[in-house]
């Protein structure tokens, strides 16, 4: 015969205390739960902080739906390019960024010639772009790179080198576009004076190309977060190794005023070599210290 305890402290004292052991073992499954919780809430502050400062990249969203190319977007494309690390962006051949790193490589032993002021035969040109260019208005810009400039592909534009031998580059199409998110923000920045190089003079041997670099200031202003978001997404190497004309820059890194230069390749009858007007063939803003 069984016999059921009438002990207070029998049945009830067992379930109590298994009651005390669940808890105890599930108190840090609550607690990571509740971590869980709170960082779940914060992601919306989070993901509106990156929202106010996108990096749309130009090289990955060419004729891209909106929303297309924000920060996030940028963050899973790093993830696949970063595992591609060891691929080289190659530069077309017959593009003004292949013809800049071969010019730089190859520069003359006399040197630049300095000058404040443009007054050489190509200057015109670059005084007409300039005008509208110094302006800092996207739209303006855009419109100097529309009126005054040749690109052989629609892929390709400025090309803002952020060290010696790597770049992002502006398509000249979206010039407006991807200035009207940059500057205002300030992720990056620049202005240019009155002394000029020529680096290269143009001759038959170098299919009358010239090579004008400005001397000027800019600041970048990302933060290890989004630079480095933008390193591995959008920044390519030049195709050889090249370096940027003047160019000594090891790393890419924030800084405030720093040493900079715009360089202007200009051929002689545009990319067609017809005629006897100067063209800007090639457009490049290069971070120099």
């Known amino acids: 015969q069984v016999v059921l305890s009438?002990?207070?402290c029998g049945l009830s004292c067992d379930l109590s205390q298994t009651l005390k052991v669940l808890t105890a073992s599930a108190m840090p499954f609550v607690l990571l739960l509740r971590s869980v919780a709170i960082v779940a809430a914060m992601m919306p502050a989070v993901c509106a902080s990156f929202d106010e400062a996108p990096l749309p990249a130009d090289d990955e969203c060419l004729g891209a739906a909106d929303g297309a190319c924000s920060l996030s977007a940028l963050q899973h494309r790093a993830a696949v390019?970063?595992?591609?690390?060891s691929d080289v962006h190659e530069a077309a051949p017959d593009s003004p960024l292949a013809a800049l790193s071969a010019i730089a490589a190859a520069a003359s032993s006399a040197g630049p010639v300095d000058m404040v002021g443009c007054s050489w035969a190509w200057c015109g040109v670059v005084n007409s772009f300039n005008a509208l260019?110094?302006?800092n208005d996207?739209?303006?810009m855009q419109e100097a790179v529309n009126r005054y400039s040749q690109w052989p592909r629609e892929d390709m534009g400025i090309a803002v080198a952020v060290t010696k031998d790597h770049y992002y580059e502006m398509y000249h199409g979206?010039?407006?576009a991807k200035l009207s998110e940059y500057l205002p923000k300030g992720l990056f920045s620049w202005s240019f004076g009155e002394k000029y190089k020529v680096?290269?003079?143009p001759t038959p041997e170098n299919g009358m190309q010239a090579v004008l670099l400005r001397e000027g200031k800019m600041?970048?202003?990302m933060g290890w977060f989004q630079r480095n978001m933008f390193w591995h997404a959008v920044v390519k190497a030049t195709a050889h190794g090249e370096t940027f004309p003047e160019d000594t820059v090891e790393d890419f890194d924030d800084c405030k005023n720093c040493g900079a230069a715009l360089s202007y390749t200009l051929k002689k009858g545009g990319l067609s070599g017809a005629g006897e007007?100067?063209?800007?063939v090639g457009l490049a803003v290069v971070k120099l210290a």
């Open 133 to 135: 260019f110094d302006t």
């Open 6 to 8: 009438r002990d207070p």
């Open 174 to 176: 979206n010039v407006q």
């Open 199 to 201: 680096f290269q003079e």
């Open 277 to 280: 007007d100067w063209v800007i």
């Open 138 to 140: 996207p739209a303006k």
């Open 81 to 85: 390019q970063h595992s591609r690390a």
């Open 219 to 221: 600041t970048l202003s």
